[in-house]
């Protein structure tokens, strides 16, 4: 009986974008949709606190929107809650493409199998629109450790107690299902944010972590932390000599972070279309591409292997369903809780 809830929510979202493609093919020849499209100024809301990195893309994204549009675009930071605050703001907000969200991973296929109350449905509130970035968290070890691959450290875990540091459940679940499919015991250590786990790391109180490249790649040129894989099925364009879990023997371990645009359920297909070529079109513009890639950041959905032709409610709706399914799985037999 609880399975049929996650069906009703993620074949939802696919439903829609169908029709926001129908809408396009649609239009008869020089029409514009949307033509009265932002009548007004527009909000993109996000669950996170300003200048962190899900911040910045919002607003360059934000500020190349203003220049297309003419109409200003401002974003509305209202961190709190693991990003439930303003999730449920934005569920609750007029469908007319003037209120958007910034939603990551956590927010729309972590969160559902989480919290038994979320004052918002993640398939029935919103239609999904476009992937602004995405990112592989990266497998390190403290450099005093002797393993050089994963399939070292797999070994080595069979036969040693050892333990992972974390600083959100994004990070746990990457370990958890590293237990998983290696069929490994790692301990967990949970600390309050990225600095503190990653700190534990390279003072030695704990001997692996999985985290997001940025502060990984900064402790490895210090020689303070020794990168073993990236979680995405693919190479990563900015650790290329770094292999994938896959790669490293353990088969299937597939795990990106993502960041993405959302409108209210119920936003004409066409003005969701509009927002979406817009947003397509930014994150792939070279400014925007260069300050990404300072941020750990892959343009688009590039670390879960969408390229900018398919960067739409499709593939975003495939991913949160696919996700959705194999996160709730590691979650319910790991136990996670909320924080």
């Not at 009986?1 to 239009?27: D, G, H, S, W």
């Not at 401002?74 to 709190?80: L, T």
């Not at 499919?181 to 999985?210: N, R």
Request: charge should be positive; proline fraction near 8%.
């Amino acid at each position: 009986m609880k399975k049929q809830p996650m069906i009703r929510k993620t074949n939802l979202p696919l439903m829609r974008a169908a029709a926001v493609a129908m809408a396009c093919l649609a239009l008869p020849a020089g029409a514009a949709p949307a033509d009265g499209y932002p009548s007004k100024p527009v909000q993109i809301v996000l669950g996170f606190p300003p200048g962190g990195s899900t911040d910045i893309l919002a607003r360059m994204v934000a500020q190349h929107l203003q220049q297309a549009w003419g109409q200003p675009v401002v974003v509305v930071n209202k961190p709190g809650a693991s990003t439930i605050i303003a999730t449920e703001s934005v569920a609750r907000a007029t469908a007319d493409g003037h209120t958007l969200l910034v939603g990551a991973s956590s927010a729309m296929t972590i969160n559902p199998v989480l919290y038994k109350n979320l004052p918002y449905d993640a398939g029935r509130d919103f239609e999904p629109v476009a992937i602004m970035g995405s990112f592989p968290l990266v497998l390190a070890v403290q450099p005093s450790m002797k393993v050089k691959t994963v399939s070292e450290l797999v070994a080595s875990a069979k036969t040693e107690s050892l333990n992972y540091s974390s600083a959100s459940t994004l990070f746990q679940l990457a370990g958890e299902m590293f237990k998983q499919t290696a069929g490994v015991e790692v301990t967990h250590i949970p600390y309050k944010g990225s600095v503190q786990a990653l700190t534990a790391l390279t003072t030695g109180d704990v001997q692996m972590l999985f985290l997001d490249p940025a502060p990984v790649i900064t402790q490895m040129k210090a020689g303070k932390a020794r990168a073993l894989a990236v979680t995405s099925a693919h190479r990563w364009s900015l650790m290329p000599d770094v292999p994938t879990m896959t790669e490293s023997g353990v088969p299937g371990y597939d795990f990106a972070g993502w960041i993405a645009l959302f409108t209210p359920n119920g936003t004409p297909p066409d003005i969701v279309a509009k927002v979406q070529r817009e947003v397509a079109r930014i994150v792939e513009l070279p400014d925007v591409k260069g300050k990404l890639e300072t941020l750990g950041i892959d343009a688009g959905g590039r670390a879960l292997g969408i390229g900018p032709a398919e960067n739409g409610p499709a593939a975003l709706s495939r991913i949160i369903q696919s996700e959705g399914e194999r996160f709730a799985k590691v979650i319910r037999t790991a136990n996670i809780k909320p924080e």
